[in-house]
């Protein structure tokens, strides 16, 4: 390689990696600025603290959780927008593939210390953009599960999250899910990352069969034995 094209190959690999890990943008909108929530919103969590969360977790998410060190192995997403808004009846809800709207009026009247359970409830809700679903075909309490689990994983379980063996059901949802996927992780490691993986295009239940050698159902019974339930 002669040296004027040896410094042009450079630079080109460093733009284009660059262009990699700079191509995600984080939008912040407070279109509930003058209502109690959203001023509440301003005090004591903010944009800049919003935008620098969803860079650590959206991170957290394609390379601890989902372990997607290849980009191919990624949803492809180029932004998230976040607005807080005015509504009533949720936290929070993802939308249109990467969209998060947050509810002022849940902000106004949460009790305690807003900046740690809004980070929490981010680690939840960015999941929801970045996992797969099997194209709609995954049970929506395992995909609700799913996203606890990054949130436990991320040690921002909430107060009154489920304890270990808790629950009814392996698919009843967040947090009873959430327990269940650790225990099943725990047994093979990185199995949500391999489960996500496999919900890309499809949802079996033969999934967890393939990853732990045992049908779903078997596994909960002994989840369940195991913390003598
Ligand atoms: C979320 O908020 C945006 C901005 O106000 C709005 O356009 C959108 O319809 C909302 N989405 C849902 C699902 O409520
Ligand atoms: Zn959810």
Request: net charge negative.
């Amino acid at each position: 390689m002669a040296p004027n094209s040896f410094i042009l190959y450079t630079l080109l690999t460093f733009s284009l990696s660059f262009h990699a890990i700079s191509a995600m943008d984080y939008n912040v909108i407070n279109e509930a600025a003058n209502t109690p929530g959203g001023i509440r919103f301003t005090n004591e969590i903010g944009i800049p603290y919003t935008k620098q969360i969803m860079g650590e977790i959206n991170n957290f998410i394609w390379f601890n959780v989902f372990q997607q060190n290849n980009p191919s192995d990624q949803k492809p997403v180029d932004e998230v927008n976040v607005y807080i808004v005015e509504f009533d009846g949720a936290e929070a809800i993802e939308w249109g593939n990467n969209n998060i709207n947050v509810s002022s009026i849940y902000l106004k009247g949460y009790e305690g210390d807003l900046k740690w359970q809004f980070t929490s409830l981010f680690y939840h809700e960015m999941t929801h953009v970045f996992q797969w679903d099997g194209e709609g075909h995954a049970p929506l309490m395992l995909v609700e599960g799913i996203a606890d689990y990054t949130k436990l994983k991320a040690g921002y379980a909430q107060k009154g999250f489920a304890v270990p063996g808790q629950g009814d059901r392996w698919d009843q949802g967040y947090d009873f899910t959430a327990r269940f996927l650790e225990y099943c992780d725990g047994i093979n490691t990185g199995f949500v990352a391999k489960l996500n993986k496999k919900m890309r295009f499809d949802f079996d239940v033969k999934y967890f069969e393939e990853l732990m050698g045992k049908p779903v159902d078997q596994l909960w019974k002994e989840y369940k034995a195991k913390y003598g339930q």
